[in-house]
């Protein structure tokens, strides 16, 4: 049995301040939750002041990115060992405003990945096909090679992967239940081909306009094991809402 895990991207949001306020907030809510992985990826500015007050509370710090060397010249990076030193238990790689704005490639992705595992972070791989994509029919053939040069070499137990379809992220228009099914049917039959029997202990989390009141219709998705979640985890109030429609109470 997998354990749900429910993400939190916060991507450029939040100040130092504003971290420490949700957090003191929100983690009271959750010291009831059974059975459900929660995670902040709050940005790398805000990670340290996280890490303070996520203490103790069993909430996960995750990082939104993360270069794949390990130090040296590489002006404005971070690195993965950096990451751990801060206290961060994963990385979220490969998400698509990071391929679309900052020209990641899945070879480049695939560096962060091995990198990140490599000093014992757990890796959240992003994929997904755009609207276009969609349009043409190229929703597989998209799936399969993010999802295979993503995973090369990867460990299984250290990795979890989002799909997250481009044209669902902070528009308010989610896939449908089918949709997402079927692309998390394909992403499992994937890893099950690279990892046997391994494959059974990835998470497969859907992202893209997740929100308080459709979280429970897609978290009982057979093939959903969570969700990453942007919009909605910037406040409280809606992000353990999400959590609660997955989450068994104590
Ligand atoms: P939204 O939930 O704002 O659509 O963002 C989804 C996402 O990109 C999470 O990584």
Same mark, same amino acid.
């Given at each position: 049995?997998?354990?749900?895990?429910?993400?939190?991207?916060?991507?450029?949001?939040?100040?130092?301040?504003?971290?420490?306020?949700?957090?003191?907030?929100?983690?009271?809510?959750?010291?009831?939750?059974?059975?459900?992985?929660?995670?902040?990826?709050?940005?790398?500015?805000?990670?340290?002041?996280?890490?303070?007050?996520?203490?103790?509370?069993?909430?996960?710090?995750?990082?939104?990115?993360?270069?794949?060397?390990?130090?040296?010249?590489?002006?404005?990076?971070?690195?993965?060992?950096?990451?751990?030193?801060?206290?961060?238990?994963?990385?979220?790689?490969?998400?698509?405003?990071?391929?679309?704005?900052?020209?990641?490639?899945?070879?480049?992705?695939?560096?962060?990945?091995?990198?990140?595992?490599?000093?014992?972070?757990?890796?959240?791989?992003?994929?997904?096909?755009?609207?276009?994509?969609?349009?043409?029919?190229?929703?597989?053939?998209? !799936? +399969?090679?993010?999802?295979?040069?993503? =995973?090369?070499? #990867?460990?299984? $137990? @250290?990795?979890?992967?989002?799909?997250?379809?481009?044209?669902?992220?902070?528009?308010?228009?989610?896939?449908?239940?089918?949709?997402?099914?079927?692309?998390?049917?394909?992403?499992?039959?994937?890893?099950?081909?690279?990892?046997?029997?391994?494959?059974?202990?990835?998470?497969?989390?859907?992202?893209?306009?997740?929100?308080?009141?459709?979280?429970?219709?897609?978290?009982?998705?057979?093939?959903?094991?969570?969700?990453?979640?942007?919009?909605?985890? !910037? +406040?409280?109030?809606?992000?353990?809402? =999400?959590?609660? #429609?997955?989450? $068994? @109470?104590?």
């Amino acid at each position: 049995m997998r354990t749900p895990l429910i993400a939190a991207n916060w991507k450029m949001n939040k100040t130092t301040e504003e971290t420490r306020d949700f957090i003191i907030q929100f983690s009271p809510m959750v010291k009831d939750i059974n059975n459900v992985e929660i995670l902040i990826a709050p940005p790398f500015t805000s990670l340290a002041v996280a890490a303070k007050y996520l203490k103790g509370t069993g909430i996960k710090l995750g990082a939104q990115n993360v270069f794949y060397e390990r130090s040296g010249a590489y002006t404005g990076e971070i690195s993965p060992s950096m990451l751990k030193d801060c206290g961060c238990d994963y990385v979220i790689v490969g998400h698509s405003e990071r391929r679309q704005y900052f020209h990641e490639t899945d070879a480049i992705i695939n560096k962060k990945l091995s990198a990140a595992q490599e000093v014992g972070l757990s890796v959240i791989l992003c994929v997904g096909e755009s609207l276009e994509q969609r349009e043409e029919g190229k929703t597989f053939d998209v !799936l +399969k090679t993010q999802v295979s040069r993503g =995973i090369e070499g #990867a460990q299984p $137990a @250290m990795l979890v992967i989002a799909y997250e379809p481009v044209w669902a992220i902070g528009t308010g228009r989610t896939a449908t239940p089918e949709q997402i099914q079927e692309a998390h049917g394909f992403i499992r039959n994937m890893l099950r081909e690279t990892f046997k029997e391994r494959a059974d202990e990835i998470r497969i989390l859907y992202g893209g306009s997740v929100n308080a009141e459709n979280a429970h219709t897609i978290l009982n998705i057979e093939d959903v094991d969570g969700a990453l979640v942007g919009g909605a985890s !910037l +406040k409280p109030d809606s992000f353990i809402k =999400i959590i609660k #429609a997955k989450g $068994a @109470m104590k």
